[in-house]
């Protein structure tokens, strides 16, 4: 069964090439991928991921707002019960806001110019076995 | 929601567990409608869902989307967007959208479409949209699920009607010529009608309807003749005798589904198998040996 991932653009930005890019090396790496596409707010987004019983949310954000919106993401999991969904972010955030998120639950982020790879294999790693049966 | 969400993916990736929840289910309820709306790719098809899901909640019924796309063959990835065109109902309660990967196995997406149906059905859901695009066998299966198939056209270079794969055009209950807006779509309505002509005179004619799906116009007149369509459905007795047919259908699919399963392991683990093959040549032996020697242990559960 492959690991079923909803990416989501989180905040008023309209810029999605690089979260399209991400996109595409996780479906060729295997993943199943959900695009919800952009403006989505908090509870968009985990209603969409409930709705595709995706296993991981990948957050992209731009907007300088990853200090609100994120937790926001992290309370309505909880509101939900569904603290067992992985989040993942990837954006300009500084290194100092990456500890807090990560102490909020988050479980990485990945600042611009990281390697397609080390995404997939980070995932990889977190879900053996749980790419696609062709 | 949650519940019915893990119960989808287990039907996704077939797993056996869920017989017993079905055998309990029965099928759907007869008051859920269930759509299909194929076509070519970028025809409009999600955007016409979001149109349909609007039309729906404005007449107070609550609405599921099955959204499938094919997934790649070679890494068994995918990208699912049409989520992106129904943005606006992301927060109704009574609105359930779901996109689910085609994965390329024979009847197993009618198979999973059909139970996913069940699901949404006994959950409550009026109303059940199945999206899927034109370009392989999905559609065909998919077809065979839904009450009223909707085959959506778009005017333009590459969407022609000439340019539609034989068998596909015999699926349409409705046609819709979608992107109206756009130059060209009344050649795309004439095309269709005088195809019609040429084909042989059935019970049921295919309307075809003319609609902006991005402005969410002739959105009344499609769903008129899908309630048409339906009339005619259970007043020629066809409602009733799908019921069977598709029965037969699921009964022939779960067959082939067993059987490949088990045969593929039995093909990898049975050095006597393998032998034959070489012995032989040929298939035909190892597949009879299969068939006749392993009978009822190709059922899920009773090795
Ligand atoms: N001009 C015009 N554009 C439309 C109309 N309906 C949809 N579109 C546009 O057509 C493009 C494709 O629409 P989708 O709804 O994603 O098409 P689709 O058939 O679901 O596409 P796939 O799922 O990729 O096969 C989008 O840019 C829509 O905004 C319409 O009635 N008129
Ligand atoms: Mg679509």
């Not at chain 2, 002509?197 to 004619?205: I, T």
């Amino acid at each position: 069964m492959a690991l079923r991932i909803v990416m989501a653009k989180l905040g008023l930005d309209g810029h999605d090439r690089g979260v399209k890019i991400v996109a595409r090396a996780l479906r060729d790496a295997g993943f199943e991928v959900i695009y919800t596409g952009l403006r989505q707010t908090p509870e968009m987004v985990v209603d969409a991921a409930l709705q595709e019983d995706a296993q991981v949310i990948g957050l992209s954000i731009h907007s300088g707002a990853h200090m609100t919106l994120i937790p926001r993401v992290m309370d309505v999991l909880k509101e939900k019960q569904a603290e067992d969904l992985m989040v993942f972010a990837g954006g300009i955030v500084p290194d100092e806001d990456i500890e807090k998120l990560k102490k909020l639950g988050v479980a990485e982020v990945f600042t611009p110019g990281t390697p397609l790879q080390e995404i997939v294999d980070y995932l990889r790693a977190k879900f053996p076995g749980e790419t696609a049966a062709v | 929601m949650r519940a019915l969400a893990r119960a989808i993916s287990l039907v996704e990736r077939r797993d056996p567990s869920t017989r017993e929840l079905f055998e309990t289910l029965g099928e759907p309820r007869p008051e859920t409608e269930i759509l299909g709306l194929t076509g070519a790719p970028g025809t409009g098809k999600s955007t016409l869902a979001d149109a349909l899901v609007a039309w729906h909640r404005a007449h107070g019924e609550s609405v599921a989307v099955i959204a499938c796309d094919p997934n790649s063959p070679f890494t068994g990835g995918a990208i699912f967007g049409d989520r992106i065109r129904m943005q606006r109902h992301a927060l109704d309660p009574d609105v359930f959208i779901r996109s689910m990967g085609a994965r390329g196995h024979l009847g197993g997406l009618a198979l999973a479409s059909r139970e996913a149906v069940r699901l949404l059905s006994a959950y409550g859901f009026d109303r059940v949209i199945l999206e899927t695009v034109g370009v392989g066998q999905s559609e065909l299966e998919v077809a065979g699920v839904a009450d009223t198939t909707l085959l959506v056209l778009a005017p333009g270079l590459g969407d022609g009607v000439q340019m539609i794969k034989a068998g596909i055009m015999e699926i349409a209950d409705v046609f819709v010529v979608n992107k109206a807006d756009q130059p060209g779509y009344e050649r795309t309505v004439l095309e269709i009608r005088s195809m019609l002509n040429m084909g042989p005179k059935l019970p049921w004619k295919p309307p075809i309807v003319a609609t902006v799906a991005s402005r969410g116009e002739g959105i009344d007149e499609l769903m008129e003749a899908v309630a048409r369509h339906r009339a005619f459905l259970v007043s020629s007795g066809r409602m009733e005798a799908r019921r069977l047919e598709r029965l037969k259908d699921e009964a022939a699919d779960l067959v082939g589904e067993w059987s490949r399963k088990a045969a593929r392991r039995l093909l990898e683990d049975d050095d006597d198998l393998a032998g034959r093959l070489e012995a032989d040549k040929a298939p035909y032996g190892a597949a009879e040996s299969i068939l006749k020697e392993e009978g009822a242990r190709l059922v899920p559960g009773q090795q």
